[in-house]
């Protein structure tokens, strides 16, 4: 059994940490304590600054091909909310420019996954020439329960042998989602919905249009009036009026081209560029370059949790622990926490770690 128990920040989300004497007991195992002391992901300086979050007193020291980097390691607990995105922005710029690391090998971090759609959104329009895998990106509803965003997922993929299980599956749901409507599916198997799905060919670059124009054409070559069908066409309406919706305002944020269906076939190709993601949604994963913010009390550590310090140490450390070469964190200024509690303050066991942070 492997584990790190400074990283064990899934209580909140309903995990069940367990110390080492209570799993002895509950499985009766004469169990040997061992460490694993020698970290090959960061550098010695990522690795010094992350430890002072440790919870369990594990020794750790650099031995990958990065340990030697000159890291830099800043901490910003003065900046205004309103210029996060800005600030945010030139770190990416000067990471990829002056420092030569590759998009992809950059992560911008949030606690909650609420704070990232429009984060994504905005650092598109600011970082245009950049890629971004995050949330909010989406350019039509995101319903996984609708009928039409399941069709939506084949007709916006392209026949290959590497897409072939995938796709298959999805054709799989589609004749379960028909059943389910009250159409009959009697022969029509989901071979059969994958290859009509392949055959059909539709000259439109606007997003909403040509997909509008690819479910009339299938439809059309299965012998279905899915209008006759009442969840079916409620299921219609609402994707793409939910679509529109959402098309506007990623137009109001400024993020170009979301129209296109170009921009709609990104949604299920493989991602790559910076990474937008929660620090448990990166738990595991590793970048040369992260950059968190909203690093807040009553965000980290949650206000529900109930061991906040230790709550707060062990998210931190694993925002920290992800860093190959640079860290940056933030504990903006201005957000208010609603009603009359006035605004965050910065998280407490962040705000006073004493450590020599860079200046860029």
């Not at 609603?338 to 998280?347: H, I, K």
């Amino acid at each position: 059994m492997v584990g790190d128990p400074n990283q064990g920040i899934y209580g909140s989300l309903g995990g069940y940490p367990i110390e080492l004497m209570a799993l002895r007991e509950l499985t009766g195992l004469p169990i040997v304590d061992r460490e694993l002391a020698k970290n090959y992901r960061s550098s010695q300086r990522i690795i010094e600054y992350f430890g002072n979050y440790k919870v369990y007193g594990t020794q750790i020291e650099a031995a990958g091909k990065e340990r030697l980097y000159k890291s830099l390691v800043t901490y910003n607990q003065t900046l205004p909310a309103g210029d996060l995105v800005l600030e945010i922005a030139k770190l990416i710029r000067y990471n990829i420019h002056e420092l030569g690391i590759p998009p992809q090998e950059i992560c911008v971090l949030a606690p909650r996954w609420i704070h990232l759609a429009a984060m994504t959104r905005r650092l598109v329009t600011e970082v245009p020439e950049c890629d971004f895998d995050g949330p909010g990106m989406v350019p039509f509803a995101r319903d996984i329960e609708n009928f039409w965003y399941k069709l939506a997922r084949l007709a916006l993929t392209e026949p290959s042998p590497s897409m072939y299980i995938r796709r298959l599956r999805w054709a799989g749901e589609i004749v379960a989602a028909l059943s389910e409507a009250g159409v009959p599916t009697t022969g029509l198997e989901k071979k059969v919905v994958l290859k009509n799905c392949n055959a059909v060919r539709v000259e439109e670059i606007d997003g909403l249009r040509y997909l509008e124009a690819f479910f009339d054409a299938l439809f059309l070559r299965l012998g279905v009036d899915y209008r006759v069908h009442a969840v079916l066409r409620e299921h219609h309406a609402a994707f793409f009026a939910s679509s529109l919706v959402r098309l506007e305002q990623m137009e109001r944020e400024g993020v170009q081209g979301s129209r296109g269906v170009a921009f709609f076939r990104k949604v299920f190709q493989n991602r790559s560029g910076v990474t937008v993601s929660t620090i448990h949604g990166v738990k595991g994963a590793e970048f040369d370059v992260v950059i968190a913010y909203a690093l807040l009390e009553g965000m980290v550590p949650h206000f529900s949790d109930q061991n906040k310090e230790q709550s707060a140490r062990k998210l931190l450390y694993v925002a920290g622990s992800r860093a190959r070469k640079n860290l940056h964190f933030f504990s903006e200024t201005g957000r208010n926490r609603g009603g009359n509690f006035g605004e965050y303050e910065p998280t407490k066991v962040l705000a006073e770690c004493a450590f020599n942070y860079d200046d860029i």
